[in-house]
């Protein structure tokens, strides 16, 4: 398989309910990226991991939580989630320089569509 | 620091005529541009991107976009509007040792028959 995937590709859950979403890039990229796109929002930044750095928005609630086990798997795991996180959650991956930086451009996967009862 | 506007929210062609997408940016850095499409339900795809070579830039579907570093701009432009052009579209810049990338809030591209 090529390019960024991401499982599942729906999600409906309860607020109570634990789960998490997975990306997976096949690219030999060493940066992975969590975004959360909400209709009528702007595109926000939810987390970056980067050459073994991870930078976080602050502004995201501690009920989203992230794992980077390697370069090439990202996870989000979601507990205790409120109808307003009912989005569609991209995964992104892009190669990041030695120097720092990112000027190479970001590969999406299709996104979870989550929604949140 | 960075930061990027798209200058419309909206924008309403009819098939077959040009299409404009404005976009002004602003960098501390020698900035990197690209341009994502986003058809509905779907994830982002790179349409173009520029990065210090050639200042018009060439993409996918017939989209090219110039870099202006006097206006800092990046219009993304085509000549001529198809129905599957419809979609949303985002500028981005990213530059210097961020591993942030900054985009617009997006331009919603119309296309009436």
């Known amino acids: 398989e090529t390019g960024v995937t991401q499982t599942p590709r729906h999600l409906v859950m309860g607020m109570t309910n634990k789960k998490s979403l997975k990306c997976e890039q096949h690219l030999g990229h060493n940066a992975m990226y969590w975004y959360k796109q909400s209709a009528k929002k702007p595109l926000e930044l939810m987390f970056v991991y980067s050459l073994e750095e991870r930078v976080e928005n602050n502004s995201v609630p501690s009920r989203f939580s992230p794992e980077c086990p390697n370069s090439s798997h990202l996870f989000l795991h979601l507990h205790t989630l409120q109808p307003e996180d009912s989005a569609l959650y991209l995964c992104?991956?892009?190669?990041?320089?030695?120097?720092?930086?990112?000027?190479?451009?970001?590969?999406f996967g299709p996104g979870t569509r989550l929604t949140v009862l | 620091a960075q930061s990027v506007t798209q200058l419309d929210s909206h924008v309403s062609v009819s098939e077959g005529t040009p299409v404009l997408l404005r976009c002004n940016y602003s960098?501390?850095?020698?900035?990197?541009l690209f341009w994502y499409v986003q058809h509905p339900n779907k994830g982002l795809q790179l349409l173009l991107k520029?990065?210090?070579?050639?200042?018009l830039v060439k993409g996918i579907n017939g989209f090219e976009a110039e870099f202006k570093k006097s206006e800092t701009s990046f219009h993304l432009t085509k000549p001529s509007a198809h129905m599957s052009d419809a979609a949303e579209y985002f500028c981005?810049?990213?530059?210097?040792?961020?591993?942030?990338?900054?985009f617009g809030r997006g331009t919603s591209l119309i296309v009436h028959p």
């Open positions: 960098s501390s850095y020698s900035p990197s």
């Open positions: 520029y990065t210090s070579a050639a200042t």
């Open positions: 981005v810049v990213s530059g210097g040792r961020s591993y942030i990338p900054t």
């Open positions: 992104a991956s892009s190669q990041a320089g030695l120097a720092g930086g990112v000027n190479n451009e970001q590969f």
